[in-house]
């Protein structure tokens, strides 16, 4: 096995627009992520986390004007300067995403059994057996009845079973890398915990990595090896976990812990963000 | 007194099957429930998504038919009024939905926006008196008197609860059902606008009935706690003796999913 990193991430700048209204989402990040390892990428709406996820596979919409720039070494590939057929083979089969709302990013008019199938012929044609392939994925989420659910249409599952099944799809390609953007903002807390607790599993019998995009650190506790802390398209910070959480270098690290309601530890008034003290 | 008494409540939903739609089953959403809610405090309604606690809020206000079981705001019960005798308790009583991206109509611009609830319940408001009330709105909630006119998408989501609070606030209402307010908002947004409703309850001298699924913002905000599953108060008490003596274990279920820092 070799050293080096899976993921390698040198000066990303992303920019939205043109020549009169660019706006720059990412400017000039660099970051890796090894084998094996869960990183959580930790900022507010607008940081560019997710666009950073988005641009690992060119997924950003060419309408946009969007402009990418700097070096995202995937393994040997270099997938910014990919074209358009071998990038498809990333998306999904070496990179897989699931996102903030599965009843949006599942396909409302197939079946569960369906669209796990398409991941399947799209990016694992040597699975001879899809039927009993795709059961597996799903006992291997924690869905009961697996069969069932094969036939059923998203409408028909609930939010944490939705958010199961796409997990499921996403695991069908067995994908080097997980970017999961958000995967428990839409759900209540007890599925939450459960979703956490199901990819941490999944992960230490995959050896996939995981990249966790989140607004809260409260999700980051005890699941991700190492964090990355965006702000206005910077990283402010990053290293191992317990650390960061524990001594927050940057003011912005520790305002976001702070602003987080904290069980047993009532506060008169919750603390908010002071961006004029955190951009001086 | 207390403000609000809700006694027994029921509400159930037909479930129709088949080609004649024939109702075949109920389901049991709200399963007889009750509680007292005093005036000024602040009651959070806390379980699971499916556990009826958005529909008890819906049925308060009359958003959802009743099934049995009344709802007595001050001395009258709201469950068996028509829709002309409601009108008043509509003033009274106003909602702040979860979702600001789909609570706000996007073709209409804030002045009407939030002067809509004025129009109806005030008609014989001036249009300049109106958009001067609009104004005084958004500077309560924190938002520039500037933006009044522009369309919501020009609004990121913690500025367009705030849009959603100032129109709920619009009519002057004793009572405010808050349904998951801050549930899509980031963490840090989500701080700013607890904070507002904090500061708004003490200037206006208004009750809350605060539904959420999340205990550590419960904890913080309110005074009172419910635990709803399946259509079933399963514990209520005082926020602090709720969450630190749990006797229910669904309770104690919900308080080890919260994630600790």
Known sequence: MSNKPLLNVKDLHISFGQVNSISHAVQGISFKIEKGETVAVVGESGSGKSVTAMALTRLLPESAHCKITGCIQLEEQDTLALEADALREIRGGKIAYIFQEPSTSLNPVYTIGFQIKEALDLHRPEVTDQQAEAERLLDAVGIKDPRQTLNDYPHQLSGGMQQRAMIAMALACQPKLLVADEPTTALDVTIQAQIIELLKKLKSEQEMSIMLITHNFGIVTGFADRVIVMFRGNIVESGPTDEVLKNPQHPYTQALIDCIPKLGKKQDRLTTIDYEKITG | ?261
């Not at chain 2, 507002?196 to 003490?202: I, N, S, T």
């Not at chain 2, 399946?230 to 919900?254: F, I, M, W």
């Open chain 2, 1 to 261: 007194m207390s403000l609000l008494k809700v006694e027994n409540l029921k509400v159930h939903f037909p479930v129709r099957t088949g080609l004649l739609q024939r109702v075949t089953d109920h389901i049991f959403a709200v399963d007889g429930i009750s509680f007292e809610i005093a005036q000024g405090s602040c009651v959070g309604l806390v379980g699971e998504s499916g556990s009826g606690k958005s529909t008890t809020g819906k049925a308060i206000i009359g958003l959802n038919p009743t099934t049995a079981g009344s709802i007595h705001y001050e001395s009258t019960n709201l469950s068996g009024l028509n829709t002309s005798d409601f009108l008043p308790f509509r003033k009274k009583i106003q909602m702040v939905f979860q979702d600001p991206f789909n609570s706000l109509n996007p073709r209409m611009r804030v002045e009407a926006l939030i002067g809509e609830p004025l129009e109806i319940h005030f008609p014989e408001m001036s249009r300049s008196a109106r958009r001067a009330r609009v104004s005084e709105l958004l500077t309560q909630v924190g938002l520039s008197p500037d933006s009044i006119d522009r369309y919501p998408h020009a609004f990121s989501g913690g500025q367009r609860q705030r849009i959603g609070i100032a129109r709920a606030l619009a009519v002057k209402p004793e009572f405010l059902i808050l349904d998951e307010p801050v549930s899509a908002l980031d963490v840090s947004v989500q701080a700013q606008i607890i904070n507002l409703l904090a500061d708004l309850k003490e200037e206006f001298n208004l009750t809350y009935l605060f539904i959420s699924h999340d205990l550590a913002v419960v904890e913080h905000f309110c005074d009172y706690t419910l635990v709803m599953n399946e259509g079933k108060v399963v514990e209520q008490g005082e926020t602090e003796k709720v969450l630190n003596q749990p006797r229910d274990a669904y309770t104690r279920r919900l308080i080890d999913a919260v994630p600790s820092l």
